[in-house]
């Protein structure tokens, strides 16, 4: 009888070795791409960054030709 149970445990531990193996593959694959979309997400965060900053470009340099446009305006009716 206590061979069996012996046989028995050797068995389930063989499953569990092989169940342990599955899963330590499929963490390995799932942090592969955890890495992934963190990467991914690190480079969107970059790009909105960067798109955010070209609309503030064009809208400093869009109030900088204001400026420019007023001061010539000043100098021109200085020149009178």
Do not use: G, P, W
Not at 26 to 37: P, V
Not at 48 to 73: C, G, H, M, Q, W
Request: hydrophobic share 40%.
């Amino acid at each position: 009888m206590l061979m069996e149970y012996c046989d028995a445990l050797k068995e389930q531990n063989e499953l569990l070795l092989v169940d342990n193996e599955h899963l330590r593959n499929r963490f390995l694959e799932i942090s592969s791409e955890l890495k992934d979309l963190e990467e991914k997400h690190r480079i969107l965060k970059l790009a909105k960054s960067v798109a955010v900053t070209d609309e503030k470009t064009l809208d400093i340099k869009t109030k900088i030709n204001e400026f420019v446009r007023e001061i010539d305006k000043c100098i021109s009716i200085l020149s009178k």
